[in-house]
Structure formats: structure tokens, C-alpha cells
């Protein structure tokens, strides 16, 4: 049985989605248990409503929140929080694994002063998997932002996770690493850049392809990225940004008049199509890689879909015992 | 009479589409004299081609040519080069403002070493002008690449010469100003962020909105977006890998199928209006902001409309008189 706390509380939507995917969830999966970590009333009103609700959760109760603009300060001013007593109940061994769709900062600050990092390990790293042009093939990207400054040493160790997570997880065999730069050449970008291209190059045992530009990230040609926390979420946020304003744009244009609307609806499926593939709320979770646990942050919006995709991605790593793996790997290389 | 120098060699697609540019702008703009700098008999073999020629252009014979990859030290090592000559031109004032599609490292390079630095301006910095989901409107964007590491200061510049630009050529009375960071609040970012946070704000005649997120980048909230030259060049082309792909997933799903085809067609225009919008050939210029100078690098794979688009940006920045608007208010506050 696997066991996975979920932090209902603290995020944009309230927890009635949170709830919602949990137990939607656990209808398919009778291999976990769901610990909802949050205010027992507030849970239990909502499952009251719900009909042949399952039965393999349990509730801790907690009576304080960590809102979204929760910070560092709120882990220690707060530790009857959701969101500290999940990272606590994997601290203790409780459960398998957790996620969250609350503040981002406290969240990282929790895991670092809670669970700890690994041994060998600097500084952990978000990371998103994200979709690409390519059928069937998803991107692994970090640091997407736990950071906002890292050391060519941390690129390098988020190569090696990341890489036994593409192994464990996607079953990918040689995933390809790229460091993520302004230009191909290996004299591109600052010291660090220079410096974690040499730190790859020289690991046999990394399938390191060089520098990457960002116009290359989603297009499908590399398994992993790595980049420094700022870079990462700058580039992630810019085409996040990029992919949504342009099907806003195309929505617009294609519904100005009727002589268009009609064989735009003919096309609605196939929008729809390439809508399915770069929404967010399917990849919405990004593991916190590095710390002495499983631990995952939903997007702060994320609806019941979603929490879903997260609650499917905890289950996937925690099924793979891939910290374990990464854990083995990186304290006998440090 | 405006006099524009075209550096017509070391561009991806050859000097053709390049000369074909500078013909059609003479053709439309009688207050214009185009210097064409590059290989004298290949130019002059092309223009024999061409019916109903233009004569309001000169040829500047050069025998050497930088590549697409070449570097700093080129313009040392070839004096005789397209590139240094257009710049020279400038820098002797023989002409107004000069254009080119070759290497850009060679470009800032030669820029920096020719021409010079304003007074009070430690860097320059690459300005491009990019769409944004607003009809009729476009947002400044620098530093796009020109430095890897930029100071607070160096931010605050961008700012103040972007300000200028925006009123002078864009006509915007008070332009906003956002600074590209990881969150809104200001304690985000490094300490250069929050540093070149407080300087935005202490300087009363700049419209200062506080920071920006990278999703934000072509929404249209903003008209001047300040970044260092790392996270700008990663932010542009992650969007524009993005927007490029997302067009490409979207052309092989409504062509997936017959059923699919027919309505699509009838959607031609519209998907033009959206590509058209978004195509980088109608933005393909930017400006270094902060030499002795005005001059432009067009994207190396320019093609005709490429280059006709920074041709225009080149003309209205001249006939704006940007350069000397920006030269006096950067030496008088520095």
C-alpha cells in the first residue's frame, strides 16, 4: 500500500477540487492510501456530499493554513499548518510521499527545514516535466525556480537526478541531457555555464548533448534540461505565457466573424487537441528533487484535473522508489 | 536626405533578399540614400538584374567578409570586412545609421570597439521590438543578448534609454516600465533585481510599474520590459521556440485529416492574420541601445521582409533623431 499525504488547504481554489481528485483517485488505485491533511470539518462536510465515496483515507486535522502568500517566517510561525504537518508525516516515515498546491516559498523552505537534503546534494531543485512537440514525449526541466542562483556543482547534480528519474520514471534508458544557454558553443553564457559544460562533459555516465538554446525547449530534441532557478522560471513562465497568449490570439481571430466561427467549429476538436497538450492542469506538479522525500508542488490554481496529474506523478515516483535511487547514487558519488 | 549604410554580406541566406530589401525601401522612400556595403561585383551583378532599378544608392566595396560565426576577434583581424566599413560609416558620419544581418558577437564587438559608449552608459544593450496580443501594440524588450551580466545601473539605463526611444519613435507619452523578474513582489529576484527595483522607482520621471512576470511578456500590460542580457535571451527565445511550435502542432492537427482539411481551408486567412502577427520576419530588428550610433542587427536568417522590417525600424529611429534625444538626457543625469 502506498501511503501519500495531500495538503488540501492553501491553494487558489479551495479544497473542494483538492478532495475531489484525491478520491477520484483513490477509486482507480487500490494500491494507495490518501492521508488529506487539512480542517477535518471542512473535509468531512465535503465528503459527506459526495456519493460511494471511497473508503482508503484518513484525515488529520490541522488547524492552521500557510495562504499562497505564505513565506519562510510561516514554517516556523505555523506548525500546525497543513502544509508543515504533511511534510512532517513524511519526515516520520507516515507516509510515502505528499504534495501541495500552496505557497511555493513555504513550501521549499518546509521541505528544506523538515526533510533536509541529501547528502552530496546542494542545493534541491523544482522540476517540472513538461510536454513537447513530439508524441508521447515530455521534457524534464530543472531548476524551474526553488533557486535563485546556482553553482555550475548544482546543474551537474540535477543532471544526475534528473537523469535517474527519466530512467526510473519514464523509462527512458539514455535520456539526453542539454544545459540550458544563450548559444550552442561551449563558450556561451558565464563562468558558471563554461563551467557546468565541463562538469557534464566529463561524466561518461550522463548522456550530455551540449548546450541547448530556449527556443529548443520544447521541440522535443533533448530529455532533460538543466539552468540556474532565475533562468528556469523565467523561461518556463515566458512559455507558459507564450503558448497562452497565442491561443487566445488564434480563439479571437478564428471567432471574429460568422463566414469563420463555422468552420471553426468543425475544427473544435482538434483545437481542443492542441489546447490537451500544453494545458498546464496535465502538468501541473513538479517535484522538489533533493530533499529526503517526495515531495510535490501542484500549481497554486490548480483545479481537480490538475491535483489529479500531480496525484499521479507522487504516485509514479513513489512506485519507482526513485528517491531511493537517487539517494543511493548521489551520496556514494559525493 | 537620410543615409543608411546595409552591411548586405554574412547573413544566412546571402546578399540577394538583403539588396531586394534596400531596393524596394528606395523605392517607397525618395528621402533615403542606401550605402550597400559588401562585395562590389556580386552587388552590382544583382542590380543588373533588376528592372526599373532605384539610383538613390552608392556601393562600398569590401573584400572581406565576417561570417555568421564570427567572433570578437574578427574585427581586428578583418579591417576590409562589410561590417567594419558599414560601421565606420557611421562612426565618420557618412551615414546616419547603418543595418546588418551578420554575426552578432562580431556586431556588438565592433560596435563597442568603433563607435563607443554614450557618456554615463556602462553597456549597451539589444533592444528588440516585439508583438504583443494588443492590437497595434508592441513592447520594448532589452537587454536581448548583447551582455551575459548586467549591473542594477546597467538596468536602470536600459530603462531610462528605452523611455526615450518609446516617446521618440513609438510616440507613447509615458511609457510603463516593468522589470523582468521571478514574482511581483519586489524582495524577488537576486540582489540586482532588488537593487535595480529601488532605482526604477526613486526616479519620478520614469513610469515605473514595478516587477514583471516572464508570462506577462507579450500580454500587453507593459510597453518596456528591462532584463539582463542572460535571462532576456532566454526569456525571447523561449517564446519564440514556443509560439514557432505551438504554430507547427497546430498546422499537423488540422491537416491530420481530410475532414480536418476542408474546414481548415476556409481558415487560411485567419491563420495567416495569427502567424503574421506573431511572425518574427515583421520584427526581426534590434537596436544596440548605448553606442555612438544608430545601428541595427536583423535576425541572421533575414529574408526579404526581414530585412524591409529592420530597414524600417532603422529609418524611423534616424528621423527620430533618437540617438541624440537619448545621448543628452544619459549625459546630463550621469
Chains 1, 2 share one sequence.
Not at 157 to 184: C, D, W
Not at 272 to 297: M, R, S
Request: proline share 3%; hydrophobic share 40%; glycine share 8%.
Amino acid at each position: 500500500m502506498h501511503k501519500i499525504a495531500f495538503d488540501v488547504m492553501g491553494s487558489d481554489k479551495g479544497l473542494i477540487p483538492a478532495i475531489n481528485a484525491g478520491l477520484h483517485f483513490l477509486q482507480n488505485h487500490h494500491d494507495v492510501e490518501i492521508f488529506f491533511v487539512g480542517n477535518q470539518k471542512a473535509i468531512e462536510n465535503h465528503l459527506a456530499t459526495v456519493p460511494n465515496c471511497p473508503k482508503n483515507y484518513q484525515i488529520i486535522d490541522t488547524p492552521e493554513v500557510i495562504g499562497m502568500d505564505g513565506g519562510i517566517m510561516d514554517i516556523r510561525r505555523k506548525p500546525d499548518s497543513s502544509l508543515v504537518k504533511a511534510l512532517e508525516l513524511v519526515k516520520n516515515k507516515s507516509v510515502d510521499g505528499m504534495l501541495t498546491g500552496g505557497s511555493s516559498a513555504a513550501f521549499i523552505a518546509g521541505a528544506h527545514f523538515i526533510l533536509g537534503e541529501f547528502e552530496g546534494v546542494g542545493k534541491p531543485g523544482f522540476m517540472p516535466t513538461w510536454p513537447t512537440i513530439v508524441e508521447n514525449h515530455t521534457v524534464l526541466f530543472l531548476d524551474a525556480g526553488a533557486n535563485t542562483d546556482n553553482s555550475a556543482q548544482d546543474l551537474y547534480n540535477f543532471a544526475k537526478m534528473a537523469t535517474i528519474y527519466a530512467q526510473t520514471v519514464l523509462h527512458q534508458e539514455r535520456p539526453r541531457v542539454s544545459l540550458l544557454n544563450i548559444g550552442e558553443e561551449k563558450s556561451k553564457g558565464k563562468d558558471v555555464h563554461r563551467e557546468a559544460y565541463e562538469l557534464l562533459k566529463a561524466d561518461q555516465k550522463l548522456n550530455f548533448q551540449g548546450n541547448i538554446e530556449a527556443r529548443e525547449m520544447i521541440s522535443g530534441s533533448t530529455d532533460i534540461i538543466v539552468t540556474d532557478g532565475f533562468s528556469g522560471n523565467i523561461a518556463l513562465k515566458a512559455m507558459e505565457g507564450a503558448l497562452k497568449n497565442l491561443m487566445k490570439v488564434i480563439k479571437t481571430t478564428l471567432t471574429k466573424s460568422l463566414i469563420r466561427k463555422i468552420p471553426a467549429l468543425f475544427l473544435k476538436k482538434a483545437f481542443k487537441e492542441v489546447g490537451t497538450k500544453f494545458d498546464y492542469k496535465n502538468y501541473a506538479g513538479a517535484i522538489l528533487l533533493g530533499v529526503n522525500g517526495v515531495v510535490f508542488k501542484s500549481h497554486g490554481s490548480s483545479d481537480e484535473q490538475a491535483f489529479g496529474s500531480t496525484l499521479r506523478m507522487t504516485y509514479e515516483a513513489i512506485q519507482g522508489d526513485v528517491l531511493a535511487k537517487i539517494k543511493t547514487k548521489m551520496e556514494v558519488e559525493s
